[in-house]
């Protein structure tokens, strides 16, 4: 009986203490998107990858609109 509860207060221990941790994925700050993009831009490919540019900038586009990167 005293070796159930022992086993029992270890598997009730080691059940509080879990190996995964909380991750929390977040954008960086100095993000700009833009919602639409100027009338002149030119269509730049990079690696095989479209890239928008305008004005000395590059544009990647994305589900919410262009963000701009740099590459």
């Not at 009986?1 to 029992?8: A, D, K």
């Not at 993009?37 to 900038?57: D, E, S």
């Amino acid at each position: 009986m005293r070796n159930l509860f022992v086993l029992l207060g270890l598997i009730f221990f080691l059940s509080l203490n879990s190996c995964a941790q909380r991750v929390v994925v977040r954008q960086p700050a100095n993000v700009t998107v833009v919602k639409k993009l100027p009338r002149n831009y030119k269509v730049v490919r990079v690696n095989g990858k479209r890239y928008y540019t305008w004005n000395g900038k590059r544009y990647r586009k994305t589900r919410n609109g262009y963000v701009i990167v740099n590459i």
